[in-house]
């Protein structure tokens, strides 16, 4: 298991931007496969975004497309999701993810470390 603390959320206004970061505690970070979820109220929780172990490989939901960009520093044990052109659909706590893995993964199911989320919350 890693442990995995997310920040970087918090109140924004539509057109906005945000960077979320996710700090992980282990000595093979670099191992991982990492990944962006979020969940709005009412709703399961859906991939946003994932980034394999050496940065070469990214995927994105339809939805956030063009405006996230997921990156890494595997020399700090961080991942990153810089969210620009925020909108109100974007509104959700995200939470980070990590899959032991080289290759990227969209599904919640193949992930077995989740970080305790930061909110999201876009205003118009």
């Known amino acids: 298991q890693v442990q995995l603390v997310e920040s970087g959320g918090g109140l924004v206004q539509a057109g906005g931007s945000l960077r979320l970061s996710c700090a992980a505690s282990t000595r093979t970070f670099g191992s991982y496969t990492m990944g962006w979820f979020r969940q709005a109220p009412g709703k399961e929780r859906e991939f946003v975004s994932t980034i394999n172990w050496n940065g070469e490989r990214t995927a994105y939901a339809d939805s956030v497309k063009g405006r996230f960009t997921i990156s890494r520093d595997n020399a700090k044990n961080t991942v990153y999701l810089q969210m620009d052109s925020l909108n109100i659909e974007d509104t959700a706590v995200y939470y980070c993810?990590?899959?032991?893995?080289?290759?990227?993964?969209?599904?919640?199911?193949?992930?077995?470390?989740w970080g305790q989320g930061t909110q999201v919350t876009v205003s118009s």
């Open positions: 993810a990590a899959a032991w893995s080289t290759v990227v993964r969209r599904s919640p199911d193949q992930y077995s470390s």
